[in-house]
């Protein structure tokens, strides 16, 4: 697989994953459900469902460092400021072989663009915030994300799964 071609299918991803509505419940469902499928399999992740500017639901599992985090908030701010999924924002930057620092004069120690944290599109409203998830490989965070959204809005994974790198 590209990198063209898996930036192709991280943009429809993020075009698809439309909720009907997002509420406080809706983020304790989605976070719920990412908690639940990480505790099956085992991963160690921090997970974080926010508006922007307010946090909705986070939970730290087993395994998980102080670190982690960290890369939640430096992920989220990727998703804030582009409103685009770190991990598209990421391939981009490698199919040019760049970066935000320097593209966009952006500091690493603020802004991650590795996999794991995916706008909150609502139909009506457009993006109000993101899901971040981190403690996995980057492509796998940001699948797991995937995974989770699809669940909720009721779409196939299969369907928007990104293939094995």
């Not at 304790?28 to 505790?39: D, E, I, T």
């Not at 960290?70 to 989220?76: A, F, G, H, I, N």
Request: proline share 4%; charged share 20%.
């Amino acid at each position: 697989m590209s990198l063209a071609e898996d930036i192709a299918l991280v943009a429809r991803q993020e075009s698809a994953l439309v909720f009907e509505h997002f509420d406080e419940n809706t983020a304790w469902q989605l976070g719920s459900r990412l908690r639940q499928m990480a505790v099956e399999r085992g991963y160690p992740l921090v997970i974080d469902v926010r508006r922007f500017g307010q946090v909705l639901f986070t939970a730290a599992l087993p395994g998980a460092v102080p670190d982690q985090a960290e890369w939640v908030r430096r992920k989220t701010n990727v998703v804030a400021r582009f409103h685009r999924s770190s991990y598209a924002i990421g391939l981009e930057l490698a199919e040019k072989q760049s970066s935000l620092e320097e593209k966009q004069g952006l500091p690493t120690v603020d802004f991650a663009t590795h996999g794991g944290c995916f706008p909150i599109r609502v139909k009506s409203a457009g993006i109000i915030g993101c899901v971040t998830v981190s403690g996995l490989p980057q492509r796998a965070d940001h699948e797991l994300v995937v995974e989770a959204i699809c669940a909720l809005t009721g779409l196939d994974y299969a369907t928007y799964k990104l293939p094995q790198a």
